[in-house]
T-cell receptor, first 113, second 115 residues
Framework: GNSVTQMEGPVTLSEEAFLTINCTYTATGYPSLFWYVQYPGEGLQLLLKATKADDKGSNKGFEATYRKETTSFHLEKGSVQVSDSAVYFCAHLTQGGSEKLVFGKGTKLTVNP | DAGVTQSPTHLIKTRGQQVTLRCSPKSGHDTVSWYQQALGQGPQFIFQYYEEEERQRGNFPDRFSGHQFPNYSSELNVNALLLGDSALYLC??????????????FGSGTQLSVL
């Protein structure tokens, strides 16, 4: 079936540290992949996406590369800021006539000054 | 330009009761999807409405039902509430029906607590 597995949190980093949040997926074919971010008290916001193999999505210093060989879409940022503190969700779009987003459980990131 | 708005923001109900949650999509959008986000979990797809019809449905029981109005706003109804229905309910809007889930805009959600 369709699923997304994310690195379990919470993750606590110091400002300017390097961030990696692992994400792997199970799906039919090559679905579009997404990272969403949820700040406290807010809805989900699309952070970045990739629609085909080897695509790199990027936004606000975050990057993720679609790796079909390893069915992964790991999120990275070279230097995190306190304002990056949020919950991050990896997701993929199902295919085959029933298009919906399938989310991972989320990873809470806290960045300390 | 208002984004996706949901009401109420918080709601407390008791087991067995019924609840209605409301969503107004982003201006210009005609498709509304509903997601349930339990504490510590990712959102799970409930259903999607387009052209006033339910187009897709996730693995939720018939106690969960919805409606879309001619102005594209939507309601989510849950009957016979269970403790396990306690969650954040997210509404997301997009344009054009099935193929547009890549451009979803989410609301801030309604936090439902069932006691």
């Amino acid at each position: 079936g369709n699923s997304v597995t994310q690195m379990e949190g919470p993750v606590t980093l110091s400002e300017e540290a390097f961030l990696t949040i692992n994400c792997t997926y199970t799906a039919t074919g090559y679905p579009s992949l997404f990272w969403y971010v949820q700040y406290p008290g807010e809805g989900l916001q699309l952070l970045l996406k990739a629609t085909k193999a080897d695509d790199k999505g990027s936004n606000k210093g975050f990057e993720a590369t679609y790796r079909k060989e390893t069915t992964s879409f790991h999120l990275e940022k070279g230097s995190v800021q306190v304002s990056d503190s949020a919950v991050y969700f990896c997701a993929h779009l199902t295919q085959g006539g029933s298009e919906k987003l399938v989310f991972g459980k989320g990873t809470k990131l806290t960045v300390n000054p | 330009d208002a984004g996706v708005t949901q009401s109420p923001t918080h709601l407390i109900k008791t087991r067995g009761q019924q609840v209605t949650l409301r969503c107004s999509p982003k201006s210009g959008h005609d498709t509304v999807s509903w997601y349930q986000q339990a504490l510590g979990q990712g959102p799970q797809f409930i259903f999607q409405y387009y052209e006033e019809e339910e187009r897709q449905r996730g693995n939720f029981p018939d106690r969960f039902s919805g409606h879309q109005f001619p102005n594209y706003s939507s309601e989510l109804n849950v009957n016979a509430l269970l403790l396990g229905d306690s969650a954040l309910y997210l509404c997301a809007s997009s344009l054009g029906g099935l193929s547009t889930n890549e451009k979803l805009f989410f609301g801030s959600g309604t936090q439902l607590s069932v006691l």
